[in-house]
């Protein structure tokens, strides 16, 4: 059952996007992709250009050109004071501002004395607008799938212009849908149905609407703005303003592959940790003094002296190569020359040694003799 609904969730087609987008790349129906692309051809003119940027910043850092338009065409358009005070300079200096949306902000309407009201509940009957001495159609442009209607209730009569309407034949000057107002040297282009710029309607026959509204602004050069859009995709990671900078994203992407490249070759070449082995103590000496206090405590002086005779002897084969199982007259005598010692002392040493390894019982002062003689022969 689980392959099943995979295979169908992956075989059935998609379903259609209604979301409204405007954006310029989406092809869904509330898209613009169409206009936008046969924009520049209905013009008549290759000075068209995309600007990805907001509107503030671009009016504030660039460079416009003269003679322009700026096309605005969202569902909703928030002109706040900062974005309307260089709306209106851009105006002053002979330009034209087209924007289509259902709310353009407070700031925009109150500044220009102009109250809309909006129907939210989807419209269950078509709507037919119309353009002020535009020639009759031979069928009227309509609009009806997921679309709602903005009036304009009133506005400054003096500096405004009305172009289009929503047709009624019991109330039409109440259904004002497109105006025109003049701001210093330049225009200011209101209209409120931007489904009518949508990919949906303009490919079924009422993209003769979309051109005649469009046909207010001949100008020479024209800005289509791709910020203000609901489609507009924005990075929601937390690192958005360094992914938006040229310079901190490239440092971010050699940050994680240095990081990485780091862990990898680290990993491989990291040795494991090697235990701290504690040498073995040396108590050769604690063991040589516990051996003494055992004899010292025993009183054993004859074992003593026969060990401390063997470990001398035991030298003198080492050092001397001479051989100790006789220890005769030519035996002192090569003793005493190779341990540079006069004969007689030589002799004393070994008379001694021979008396107390005949004697079966020493005393301690026989042990303290034989050491001091010994230190004094090999000193």
């Known amino acids: 059952m689980i392959l099943v609904i995979i295979i169908i969730e992956l075989v059935r087609p998609k379903p259609l996007n209604w979301h409204n987008s405007y954006t310029s790349f989406d092809k869904i129906p509330f898209g613009s992709y169409v206009l936008a692309e046969e924009l520049p051809n209905f013009l008549g003119t290759d000075h068209f250009t995309k600007i990805p940027v907001h509107p503030f910043e671009f009016l504030s850092d660039s460079i416009y050109k003269q003679n ?221 003094q516990t051996i003494g206090d055992l004899y010292l405590q025993h009183q054993d002086y004859s074992n003593i002296i026969h060990k401390k005779i063997t470990y001398f002897l035991e030298k003198v084969r080492s050092d001397y190569y001479l051989d100790t199982s006789n220890l005769d007259a030519t035996f002192i005598t090569k003793l005493a020359h190779k341990s540079t010692n006069t004969t007689e002392k030589t002799e004393a040493l070994i008379q001694l040694i021979k008396n107390y390894r005949q004697n079966p019982v020493n005393s301690e002062v026989a042990l303290i003799k034989l050491n001091k003689a010994i230190e004094e022969f090999i000193a």
């Open 68 to 288: 322009s338009t700026y096309f605005f065409i969202n569902d909703n358009i928030p002109i706040d004071l900062q974005l309307y005070t260089k709306l209106q300079q851009y105006l002053e200096d002979g330009n034209t501002v087209f924007a289509s949306g259902k709310f353009f902000g407070n700031t925009l309407l109150d500044s220009l004395k102009i109250k809309t009201e909006t129907s939210y509940a989807l419209t269950e009957d078509v709507i037919h607008p119309v353009l002020f001495g535009a020639p009759k159609p031979k069928y009227l442009p309509h609009f009806k799938k997921k679309t709602y209607t903005t009036v304009f209730k009133s506005f400054d009569t003096l500096k405004t212009k009305a172009l289009g309407y929503f047709k009624n034949e019991k109330a039409p000057l109440s259904q004002i849908n497109f105006i025109k107002i003049k701001q210093g040297a330049g225009t200011l282009y209101l209209h409120t149905l931007p489904e009518a710029f949508s990919n949906y309607y303009m490919l079924t026959d009422n993209q003769n609407y979309a051109a005649n509204c469009l046909s207010y602004t001949k100008n020479d050069f024209y800005y289509w703005d791709t910020y203000i859009k609901s489609g507009r995709k924005e990075v929601s990671s937390p690192l958005r303003f360094v992914l938006s900078q040229v310079s901190l994203r490239w440092a971010y992407y050699l940050f994680a592959i240095g990081l990485l490249l780091f862990v990898l070759f680290k990993g491989k070449r990291e040795q494991r940790i090697i235990p701290i082995v504690t040498p073995l103590k040396n108590t050769s000496i604690e063991f040589t």
